[in-house]
Antibody
Framework: QEQLVQSGAEVKKPGASVKVSCKAS????????VHWVRQAPGQGLEWMGI????????SYVQKFQGRVTMTRDTSTNTLYMELSRLRSEDTAVYYC???????????WGQGTLVTVSS | QSVLTQPPSASGTPGQRVTISCSGS????????VNWYQQLPGTAPKLLIY???QRPSGVPDRFSGSKSGTSASLAISGLQSEDEADYYC???????????FGTGTKVTVL
């Protein structure tokens, strides 16, 4: 079935970088945009940006400009989200989610907890 | 911060009808379709309603969506205990050139 499987939890120190992976299966990888969304503990959903797996073009929310990089590897059907210069406020569960055009985000990955602590 | 506003909580007894509002603006709900997501405790969000009022396959018909102007609503009729979850509205925002989520509503079944 169509699914996104993300990498495991990470613990990072302030100032470090983290790279989360999201492996797609069950559908044509290059046919659907993928979004990245994060959720801080006890908080709501926050959209981070979007990547077109076909050409690799990206669009990031202004808040993360300069700190986030979204990439993809078409040989392994895997997407990546790297966040640099981590601070404690970046502690959150990070999700990837496929966009079905005119339908919405479906499916979602299971989420990756990133903890930033000294 | 979220640009779509939802009430923080809603509740009802089993069998009751619960409605959740989502208030936006002309650049998001007023122009683009609204989606709703359900997030059960400890799990990833799941698409519940798309294109304002359409249900994906497998979503019970007691969930319904509507939209008028710059506001949208999600209704749950015949509330069940398994509906206890967080619900988020979402839409593309043309001014921000990004996808925006609502503040989220926690539904409690009394």
């Amino acid at each position: 079935q169509e699914q996104l499987v993300q990498s495991g939890a990470e613990v990072k120190k302030p100032g470090a970088s983290v790279k989360v992976s999201c492996k797609a299966s069950g559908y044509t990888f290059t046919s659907y945009y993928v979004h990245w969304v994060r959720q801080a503990p006890g908080q709501g959903l926050e959209w981070m940006g979007i990547i077109n797996p076909s050409g690799g073009s990206t669009s990031y929310v202004q808040k993360f400009q300069g700190r986030v990089t979204m990439t993809r590897d078409t040989s392994t059907n895997t997407l990546y989200m790297e966040l640099s210069r981590l601070r404690s406020e970046d502690t959150a569960v990070y999700y990837c989610a496929r966009e079905r055009h005119s339908i919405g985000l479906d499916p979602w990955g299971q989420g990756t907890l990133v903890t930033v602590s000294s | 911060q979220s640009v779509l506003t939802q009430p923080p909580s809603a509740s009802g007894t089993p069998g009751q009808r619960v409605t959740i509002s989502c208030s936006g603006s002309s650049s998001n709900i007023g122009t683009n379709t609204v989606n709703w997501y359900q997030q059960l405790p400890g799990t990833a969000p799941k698409l519940l309603i798309y294109s304002d009022n359409q249900r994906p396959s497998g979503v019970p018909d007691r969930f319904s969506g509507s939209k008028s102007g710059t506001s949208a609503s999600l209704a749950i009729s015949g509330l069940q205990s398994e509906d206890e979850a967080d619900y988020y509205c979402a839409a593309w925002d043309d001014s921000l050139n990004g996808y925006v989520f609502g503040t989220g509503t926690k539904v409690t079944v009394l």
